[in-house]
């Protein structure tokens, strides 16, 4: 076979030796340009490239093509967010042309990349070579448990090659039911159990269509698969995310309790199954639900995952769905990770390609095929009459004032062949999804293509799918649907505590359970893995984060290794500039992503660390005035005693509410300055010998004191104090104000400790 193929590459060269000979010079490039230099003269900066290529063809091109067919041709793609810049092919000489000319800014030979599904894993900077993968041997023997809405066994991500004996300490079983069996369980998938008695005794008739530990949902095999799958190759979603697919901790155990029903769902069975894991030797619970509006002392999460912690079980929690509204945070448990999410570097996308030869791109996830018809601009397409009358032609609609979810609407719900959507709205996630042929372009490409549309006589394009790429810029992005703090639970400990990658994540799902399903002209579609967005995605990163870290650090207790996640998490994208907060297009506050993205790498090497016990979370309760009946329903226990109240929980965050709301708002001293003071104490697990500063970046309109600004540590596990001050205005003017504590290690260390500071006029009324 290679001989007859090496002989056919022969012919073709004798055929035409010019052509192959242009081909064998030629590579990609990646060109940046300064789009402040581009003349006036150009209508946009797509025109721009093309002229600059135009400019640069080299005169030994193909005698047979024209100029304006080998621009086009040599002109990939041409960028508007990632960089100020397009790439394209081009021989030695015209690479170096491009560097003379004007705007040139730099330009690097394009690299080709082996693309791996659950993406977020790279992003995450997980690797084979060094950091806290092969340090923690992949999570290997550490048990996950997810309670959730089941699993799907037969799944490839739970098959258990190179898996090793199960652990004797586990205690678990899988629990026999409809259409699941006990040799559906193997040496990754160890356990599987489901709890609906509660939901049975609330609806004694009520008949369960599949009475069993299998998915009849699919988010549960999604929400294991990220946290803990096997690796799976050769998966994509329709064409996109192609690669390999694995979970965080891919060598982790996954124990899988179903309590989420098609049925229903009830807390009874959310207790049982929490409490079941416990029992069976859990070593990190990922729990991607939570429950709004109720006191700590009423909520079954909070007091479930009380006990989990007396037994050093770390435990991940979702965040919620509700942003980007302040205050609309669950699972704001000072015991648990309260984790936010985000974007990973990856866009899904479409290429529309015009009549005239010119390609845009624009944001798709449709799982469809490529498309060609008529163009027709339908100005805002709010008209449903009018485009009822269409009929097979693609409709080009402007977005103005916010409209993008009405025209999205009524696009769908008429007979066309697709759907053009130019806006200037970057929250474009939910939309890409969409069931029939759709792009969304950005102004600049919009402006290409409505330049088209109103200027020839029957413009036609072809949509054509599947596009990935990597590296896209500015990410991460918090997303829009996270929820925000403070936790009405208990304003005093900052939450969510750190983000984690949330956004358009691939993972497993059962194969029998549609992944789309109303597709136009197809209806249902079925594949192995599915695209989903959440903080129920970001909570099981978080936890096979945590499994990785338990597993390398196994004597670190969960508010050790929280700490480690927190302190160590970043602030900024990979643009070097602060994460921004795609729900208003600003910089994202701490109430929106806690510390920052978390950096499993450097969590496993944190310096120090904020650690507590649970005598400490008590005080806390004792402090928000529980009962002590309140206290026990959490607790399970009376033996504890209220012996030092205090809302200040040795915490990796500070938060300060404005002291108004502990005076009379009439009160004439309510304009000056009041001090808030915090009490923090930290666990040398680093180096014996070791010395740290202290840094304070600025926070507006307060003054941050830190007292003392050294500590010395002579040995490993030595605890050294400090105290925070914050003084600033009873009244603060501003909703959020926030900076940041850092403790520097000196004489070249490599251990920075950062905590976030936030001062908020919100209502710190707990519930």
């Known amino acids: 076979m290679a001989t007859h193929l090496t002989l056919y590459v022969c012919l073709i060269s004798l055929i035409i030796p010019p052509f192959i000979s242009i081909l064998a010079q030629s590579d990609n490039y990646i060109i940046h340009m300064d789009l402040s230099s581009m003349p006036k003269a150009f209508s946009s900066p797509h025109s721009w490239y093309l002229a600059t290529i135009a400019s640069i063809l080299d005169d030994t091109k193909a005698p047979t093509t024209t100029a304006a067919t080998s621009t086009i041709s040599k002109l990939i793609y041409g960028y508007g967010n990632v960089i100020h810049g397009f790439s394209a092919s081009l021989s030695p000489s015209e690479i170096e042309a491009v560097k003379t000319s004007p705007g040139y800014v730099s330009s690097y030979r394009d690299m080709p990349l082996r693309v791996d599904t659950t993406h977020s894993s790279q992003f995450l900077g997980l690797n084979s070579v060094s950091g806290v993968w092969p340090v923690a041997n992949y999570g290997r023997d550490i048990i996950i448990g997810l309670v959730d809405s089941g699993i799907w066994p037969e799944s490839k991500s739970f098959d258990d090659d190179g898996m090793t004996k199960i652990p004797s300490r586990w205690k678990g079983e899988c629990e026999i039911g409809a259409q699941f069996n006990s040799s559906m369980c193997n040496k990754k998938l160890i356990g599987a159990r489901f709890f609906n008695k509660g939901l049975l005794a609330k609806f004694p008739n009520l008949t369960i269509s599949v009475n069993s530990t299998r998915d009849t949902d699919g988010h549960g095999t999604h929400t294991s698969s990220t946290a803990a799958g096997n690796y799976v190759e050769g998966v994509s979603y329709f064409g996109y995310a192609p690669g390999t697919a694995r979970g965080i901790a891919p060598r982790a155990r996954v124990a899988m309790y179903k309590a989420f029903w098609d049925e229903g769902s009830y807390m009874s069975d959310f207790l049982a199954a929490i409490d079941q894991a416990i029992a069976d030797g859990v070593d990190v619970m990922s729990l991607s639900f939570g429950i709004d509006g109720i006191p700590l002392y009423e909520d079954p999460i909070a007091i479930a995952t009380f006990a989990a912690l007396e037994k050093g079980i770390f435990v991940s929690t979702s965040a919620g769905n509700e942003g980007p509204l302040l205050k609309s945070l669950h699972n704001g448990t000072p015991w648990v990770l309260t984790v936010a999410a985000g974007t990973i570097d990856r866009k899904f996308s479409a290429n529309l390609t015009l009549d005239n030869g010119i390609t845009v791109t624009g944001s798709s996830l449709y799982p469809g095929n490529s498309t060609s018809s008529t163009l027709i601009f339908m100005n805002t397409c709010h008209d449903f009459k009018e485009l009822k009358k269409i009929g097979n032609k693609i409709v080009v609609c402007e977005d103005k004032n916010d409209s993008l979810a009405k025209q999205v609407y009524n696009v769908k719900n008429v007979n066309v062949t697709g759907g053009i959507f130019i806006t200037n709205n970057t929250d474009l996630e939910f939309f890409i999804q969409s069931t029939f042929p759709a792009v969304f372009l950005n102004l600049q490409n919009g402006k290409i293509v409505l ?251 307060l003054k941050v004191r830190v007292v003392p600004e050294k500590l010395v540590f002579t040995e490993r596990y030595e605890k050294q104090s400090y105290k925070l001050e914050i003084e600033g205005p009873r009244l603060m003017k501003e909703m959020v104000v926030y900076g940041s504590l850092s403790w520097v290690e000196v004489g070249g260390g490599k251990h920075v400790v950062r905590s976030p500071i936030v001062a908020t006029s919100i209502s710190s009324e707990p519930l």
């Open 451 to 701: 330049d088209h549309v109103k200027t020839s006589g029957n413009p036609k394009g072809t949509m054509e799918f599947q596009g990935t790429s990597l590296g896209t810029r500015p990410a991460p992005k918090v997303a829009s649907y996270s929820s925000r703090g403070p936790s009405q639970a208990c304003p005093f400990v900052l939450k969510p505590d750190l983000m984690a990658p949330g956004s358009l994540i691939l993972a497993s799902w059962p194969q029998k359970i549609p992944v789309v399903t109303d597709l136009n002209s197809v209806g249902q579609l079925f594949n192995n893995f599915n695209i989903l967005s959440g903080t129920s995605m970001s909570c099981p990163h978080a936890a096979g984060i945590a499994a990785l870290l338990k597993a390398a650090k196994p004597e670190w207790s969960p508010a050790a290794i929280r700490s480690a996640m927190m302190t160590t998490s970043y602030s900024t994208d990979n643009t070097f500039s602060p994460i921004q907060d795609i729900g208003n297009g600003k910089p994202a506050t701490p109430l929106a992503i806690g510390a920052g993205h978390v950096d499993p790498n450097k969590a496993l090497d944190p310096g120090l660390v904020y650690d507590l016990n649970t005598e400490d979370y008590v005080n806390l309760l004792c402090a928000l005035h529980y009962t002590t009946k309140q206290i026990h329903a959490i607790t399970r226990s009376s033996s504890y005693v209220c012996s030092n109240p205090s809302l200040d929980l040795n915490y990796p965050s500070f938060i300060v509410f404005s002291l108004i709301a502990f005076f009379n708002a009439n009160d004439s001293q309510s304009d000056l300055n009041t001090v808030k003071e915090f009490q923090r104490t930290l666990t040398n697990v680093g180096e014996r010998m070791t010395t740290y500063v202290s840094k304070l970046s600025p926070t507006e309109g």
